[in-house]
């Protein structure tokens, strides 16, 4: 069965929290990430943990907009990298035969978003 790829494109999130997380996607380490936010690794599958990172993600952006002391830009900066990890990991999965592109700059080339504010989907491993 083919994963459900979501389309990233609809968040708005600001310039600089998508520009630090687009950075830091090239050293996205799944599995001490995912640890880090979703405790144990009960979940089964790519499209699991996407959705459970996107409700946590959510909640940050509402702490965020509402201006609550106790929101971390850096936990949300790597809430958004583990996003694009997972996405760039079901993209791959889902084209095992395309030929994958290294370094960072063909990274960045290949995710640049129409609007800085805009998530584009990718993914890195660790």
């Known amino acids: 069965m083919t994963p459900t790829i979501p389309d990233l494109a609809h968040l ?6 998508i520009e630090a997380a687009r950075l830091g996607v090239a050293t996205y380490c799944r599995e ?12 089964p599958d790519s499209e699991a943990i996407l959705e459970t990172l996107l409700e946590i993600e959510e909640e940050l952006n509402q702490l965020r907009r509402h201006g609550y002391a106790g929101y971390s830009p ?4 790597d809430v ?3 996003i694009l ?3 760039r990991r079901m ?6 035969d395309q030929e994958k592109a290294s370094g960072i700059e063909a990274f960045l080339s290949a995710t640049k978003a129409s609007s800085a504010s805009e998530i584009a ?3 890195a491993g660790c």
């Open 12 to 17: 708005r999130r600001p310039a600089l929290l």
């Open 32 to 43: 001490r990430t995912l640890r880090r936010h979703l405790g144990d690794l009960h979940h």
């Open 74 to 77: 850096a936990r949300h900066v």
């Open 80 to 82: 958004v990298i583990a």
């Open 85 to 87: 990890g997972e996405v």
């Open 91 to 96: 993209r791959a999965a889902a084209r095992p």
């Open 121 to 123: 989907g990718s993914s």
